[in-house]
């Protein structure tokens, strides 16, 4: 039995190491599936092995893990990311603050000449400094240097230890000839490149840190929903209340929750009533009304009201352990733009490296003097300036923001193809029952031809209509309960009933008879409905059904009751068309009910009386014609669509959240949803595109000036410490642009 581990990265820095990893697991017998985040150092593994092997695959790879298994492994892991982005910045600004020294000191004259007894003893002290740094400082980067070679996988660090190291060397060997043979020095080449060393280490470990920073703030939303679950219950055993860690909660358990409280863990309502706020988990701010029978979240916020619950789902089998999951799922997997990225940064360090050789040889041969310095300083500057960091991180960051901020407006993303598919749609399929429209009938229009006698009307119809189980009967008793008093209602009881069959009910209540049927039984009985004509015409127009009810042979009222729109479907189809987007509805209904709903909402086209396993095949026929096709449906009867589409949107219950057939789940039930998930992806897309396209221009650009192409012009060369801040630059400027999108305006 295959378990899913979740693994806490160590050593990566840049996408190279990502290939690296990635080889080893893919070598290691056991493991069935597995995806790895760049962004945030982690890996997701699927595997039927021990995870202490899948580690030792890793460590074999040249890198570390350590597993994360629950909420104290997470924050375990967080204040280590503090402690590291802490570490990492005071070293940076070390390696600045020297380096800005030896270079202010250099450009103020302050640097003697080499051949000078003085100058000499200043060079070997800031070649020590310049040691201490690179071993203190900068360790971590020559040795991974070192790992890669050995591992023969290069990458980042191989480019940045090769080009300081090769500055550090470069200067101590003509420091040592200074000091052996000072006549062999050539008056143009006496520059020593110890402070370029330094700074370009400084402006590295100062990117590295911003970096980790921007990084931390991309995982805000699995974290801010870990936060909210609280530490301690309420546990009810015969009749006292202990308060208890939740982890010690078992399903079974009862648990009070008083006003103002998170609810601990999954369960239901046994006595009590309340209401919700379960903006966290559906994005909606209006709070749900909660009564005995009713489910209740865990890490949902209770109203004014004190429930008692019964413990259902504790730990992974929470609905928020679920969210999470699925986010962390969908933020390591990879659109396909970001799989072709991660192929070019794989093979681009030892393309680099080559452009750096043949870059010195060219200014070896063709160079002016002295040909061995500016061969130094352009193989430095190519090897520093193009470390493909930014293109690495152009995509995980944006997918990580993107997927963090959809799962705050309760939109559970899958995978990273969902996202770039999104951008590509030209036909949005809907199913009408539980998408548009509730999924069950409500009283919608209401005529009475006696406003003074409505309570009393209404207690009768509630009275009656309780004590059938047909559907229509149903609605109107929800209606009439909620708009007369219930306490009242309850006290009435029929003092006969009968149910006509294909008619409707007659029942006798305080010595009156009263009639709730169809039109064609009040007609067959001759009593005359004639006032309630109209409005029964224009509301069967609508395809609604209706219900007349009569007392002691005078009719009195008319109910229209349909499956009603949901609110805000109208606003949110208008956009979906805004966006470019031809909006088709398939449903099981008949044609006249379909169309009606068609028209109210503002459908392109319907198509009704499709059985559920007929969508698929309406789905597959859109797309024969060409269509980009995105099915929205309730995940259950529409299963075969939802996957059939090019990507199936599943309205969720709030708890029903691991939709298999469905590349995002809509938790809120609301179309609105299916809006801001477009929107989300479009953007999302957008930013990687930007991402990527700023680090192929950066690159671009950066290699060939690195290289001299505009010595010829302005007889300068790109400075190596320049060099370096522009390359931890491209980074923070990616992942800064990917934090854009937690701030993007949705429709």
């Not at 909606?284 to 004014?304: F, Q």
Request: aromatic share 4%; hydrophobic share 50%.
């Amino acid at each position: 039995m295959s378990s899913i581990h979740q693994f806490a990265l160590q050593g990566v820095s840049c996408a190279a190491c990502v290939r690296s990893i990635d080889k080893a697991l893919q070598a290691q017998e056991g493991i069935e599936a597995f995806a790895i985040n760049f962004a945030d150092r982690s890996a997701t593994v699927q595997a039927d092995i021990e995870p202490g092997r899948i580690i030792d695959s890793i460590r074999a790879a040249g890198y570390d893990a350590l597993l994360v298994e629950d909420d104290d492994d997470q924050e375990q892991l967080r204040r280590a990311e503090r402690q590291h982005y802490r570490q990492v910045l005071r070293r940076s600004l070390i390696a600045l603050a020297l380096g800005g020294a030896m270079m202010l000191a250099g450009l103020l004259g302050w640097m003697p000449d080499i051949a000078t007894v003085a100058g000499r003893i200043e060079a070997l002290v800031m070649g020590l400094v310049t040691l201490a740094v690179m071993v203190l400082c900068a360790g971590n980067i020559y040795r991974g240097g070192w790992r890669s070679i050995v591992q023969r996988s290069l990458n980042m660090d191989t480019l940045i230890a090769l080009g300081t190291g090769a500055a550090w060397l470069y200067s101590s060997v003509l420091l040592l000839v200074a000091v052996i043979a000072p006549g062999l020095l050539v008056a143009q080449a006496q520059h020593l490149y110890y402070e370029a060393a330094v700074m370009i280490l400084g402006f590295i470990l100062l990117g590295q840190a911003l970096e980790s920073r921007a990084r931390g703030q991309t995982s805000d939303a699995i974290r801010k929903l870990l936060d909210l679950q609280p530490r301690t219950a309420r546990r009810v055993r015969d009749g006292e209340e202990t308060e208890v860690p939740v982890a010690l909660l078992v399903p079974g358990d009862q648990v009070r929750i008083y006003p103002g409280e998170r609810i601990p863990v999954d369960g239901k309502v046994v006595e009590g009533s309340s209401r919700i706020d379960e903006s966290m988990l559906t994005g909606e701010p209006v709070p749900v009304s909660k009564a005995a029978g009713d489910t209740l979240v865990g890490s949902t916020l209770n109203g004014s009201g004190s429930l008692l619950m019964d413990v259902t789902h504790v730990g992974r089998q929470t609905v928020l352990a679920q969210i999470v999951d699925t986010v962390r799922q969908a933020q390591n997997s990879k659109p396909a733009l970001g799989r072709l990225a991660d192929r070019i940064a794989g093979i681009f360090v030892p393309v680099v490296i080559v452009l750096a050789l043949m870059t010195a040889l060219v200014w070896w041969w063709v160079g002016p003097e002295p040909r061995y310095t500016y061969a130094l300083v352009t193989l430095m500057t190519v090897l520093i300036v193009a470390c493909p960091c930014a293109l690495g991180l152009a995509t995980p960051m944006s997918v990580m923001v993107g997927v963090g901020r959809a799962a705050g407006r309760g939109i559970l993303i899958r995978n990273g193809d969902a996202l770039q598919r999104a951008r590509d749609i030209t036909t949005l399929v809907l199913d009408k029952t539980g998408t548009i429209t509730e999924g069950h009938p409500a009283v919608t229009d209401v005529l009475l031809l006696e406003e003074s006698r409505r309570d009393q009307l209404l207690h009768w119809a509630q009275a009656i209509e309780r004590r059938s189980e047909h559907p229509l009967a149903q609605a109107l008793a929800r209606y009439a309960s909620e708009q007369a008093d219930g306490a009242r209602t309850h006290a009435l009881a029929p003092e006969a009933f009968e149910a006509v069959s294909g008619a409707g009910v007659r029942a006798r209540i305080d010595g009156r008879e009263i009639l709730l049927g169809n039109a064609a039984w009040l007609a067959d009985l001759q009593i005359d409905s004639s006032e309630l004509a109209s409005s029964a015409e224009q509301w069967s127009s609508q395809a609604k059904s209706l219900v007349f009810m009569a007392v002691d042979g005078k009719a009195q009222a008319l109910f229209a009751v349909a499956d009603p729109v949901k609110a805000g479907a109208f606003e949110a189809i208008a956009q979906l068309r805004g966006m470019g987007l031809r909006v088709v509805m398939l449903s099981g209904d008949n044609q006249r009910s379909a169309e009606a709903v068609g028209r109210d909402v503002g459908i392109d086209q319907v198509f009704a009386g499709v059985r559920p396993e007929e969508k698929q095949a309406k789905i597959r026929e859109l797309q024969a014609s060409g269509e980009i096709v995105a099915m929205v449906g309730d995940g259950i009867n529409d299963a075969p669509a939802l996957a059939q589409a090019d990507i199936g949107y599943a309205i969720g219950t709030g708890t029903d959240i691991a939709i298999d057939s469905a590349d995002v789940t809509l938790m809120s039930g609301a179309l609105a949803g299916v809006v801001e998930a477009i929107g989300i992806s479009r953007a999302t897309v957008r930013n990687i595109k930007q991402n990527l396209f700023g680090a192929f221009v950066y690159n671009s650009v950066a290699i060939p000036v690195a290289a001299g192409l505009l010595f010829p012009l302005t007889g300068m060369l790109l400075n190596p410490a320049i060099a370096g801040a522009a390359m931890a630059l491209s980074s923070v400027t990616v992942v800064s642009n990917a934090n854009r999108l937690r701030w993007i305006r949705l429709h």
